[in-house]
């Protein structure tokens, strides 16, 4: 198909926005399975009996609004425009709809579209939408809920490094040691933090996130990496705190500035990385 024809970009955007739409159901539900999957882990190692409870993951059940539960009628699921359409509120009672659910579907059609204007459509560009998907959930995730669930972080390692020797095997070893760098730089970082001030500055979900980095873009974009998060989130700290007073003292997640950073690299670090090297040479 044409790249440039009438119907390809409108079907690539549809397209990212129905992952788009699949994605928030992964960022609502999965946290919940954990904790689910965690508290009878912890009745077992108890001894207690088994707690019913209803089924509960990703296909079931149907998709209902968050405050009355009453499940969604199929125009009313259709990736951003069953939002709009209801103008952000549930037909049923009329409560708001947060607007992570449109954002996060714009977001997968934004990023299709980019991702083909850079590749074309090509296996590459769909391992990269798979990263950056991952990516998004990682960050909303840690943000609602201050957790980086192995389930995503460690297939997405695994799968910077398949990239790396499926696509760019020239580069596999500073995907390896990127990886390695990235993992043991912030457990330094959090035992040096944890011995000068008793607190934990971070998890060991960061780590990995941030070990998953660098196997998707090597050791070399690791400082940036690091600079944009840390960056980024020192701002946006400060201004939250100086905003909201009684904010002040309580943890920022750091995994939402790792994907960030991590966002701007997969779509743009050749240019950042070359411009990076340009400077401090």
Not at 9 to 21: D, K, Q, R, T
Not at 57 to 64: D, E, H, K
Not at 157 to 168: E, I, R, V
Request: proline residues 6%; charged residues 10%.
């Amino acid at each position: 198909m044409p790249y440039f024809s009438l119907a390809f970009w409108p079907l690539i955007f549809v397209l990212g926005l129905c992952l788009g739409s699949f994605l928030n159901v992964v960022i609502t539900r999965l946290p919940v399975m954990l904790m689910r999957q965690w508290r009878q882990e912890a009745r077992a190692q108890l001894a207690l009996p088994d707690e019913p409870t209803p089924r509960f993951n990703i296909a079931q059940p149907r998709s209902m609004c968050p405050n009355c539960e009453t499940t969604l009628r199929w125009h009313d699921n259709l990736p951003l425009i069953g939002w709009l359409k209801r103008r952000g509120r549930c037909a049923h009672c009329d409560a708001r709809i947060s607007a992570q659910y449109p954002l996060i579907e714009l977001a997968g059609g934004v990023v299709a579209i980019s991702l083909v204007v850079l590749y074309g459509m090509s296996w590459q560009a769909l391992w990269l939408y798979g990263a950056c998907l991952t990516l998004l959930a990682l960050a909303v995730i840690d943000w609602r809920v201050q957790l980086l669930p192995d389930v995503l972080t460690l297939p997405l390692l695994w799968a910077g490094l398949l990239y790396q020797w499926l696509f760019q095997p020239a580069y596999l070893t500073d995907a390896v040691i990127g990886a390695a760098v990235g993992y043991i730089s912030l457990w330094c970082f959090y035992w040096l933090f944890k011995l000068a001030t008793g607190k934990e500055g971070m998890g060991y979900g960061d780590f990995k996130l941030l070990a998953a980095l660098g196997a998707w873009l090597g050791w070399l974009s690791l400082p940036l990496v690091l600079l944009f998060s840390a960056g980024l989130g020192a701002l946006l700290g400060i201004l939250y705190q100086a905003s909201s007073p009684q904010a002040r003292g309580t943890p920022m997640p750091f995994g939402p500035f790792l994907a960030l950073a991590g966002w701007i690299m997969l779509l743009a670090g050749d240019d950042v990385l070359a411009l990076y090297l340009n400077i401090v040479s």
